[in-house]
């Protein structure tokens, strides 16, 4: 399971078509910029623990635009939450833990679980609007020319 933010411009590329000689332009363009937008916003709506998820956000380009993701291995579970589940000890002996001031070791735990953080679909919301006025600069400022 990966989660990302993906933005599809095939229909802003099908009518950009009407000037053939601006629309490679304009894709090219919004990429860029649209990505940086995304990736920007996913960076600050992104728990930081250890600053590890953040540095993982990337963006692919795509014939129809880009996706934003991060690639940490474990971001669906901190997207998406975890329900409550045992956690043993599978290449050690113990599990170790900072527990009370003192390092405790257990062969296994209950996890509780939690809900997640919702940082992407956050990120989603708040780059919609954002990218519809990015689309619209950028058609007039290639119009200004």
Sequence with gaps: MSVGVTVDISGFLRWSEQEPDRAEEMKRLFQHRGSQMVMEEMKRQAPEKTGFLKTT?????TPEGFTVYPGASYAPIVEKGSRPHE??????RSLAFSWRGATRFFKRVQHP????RRFVERTREIVEPKLFDLMSRIWRELHER
């Design 87 to 92: 956690i043993a000890a599978r290449y050690a």
């Design 57 to 61: 956000i990337g963006a692919d380009f």
């Design 113 to 116: 679980g939690f809900p997640g």
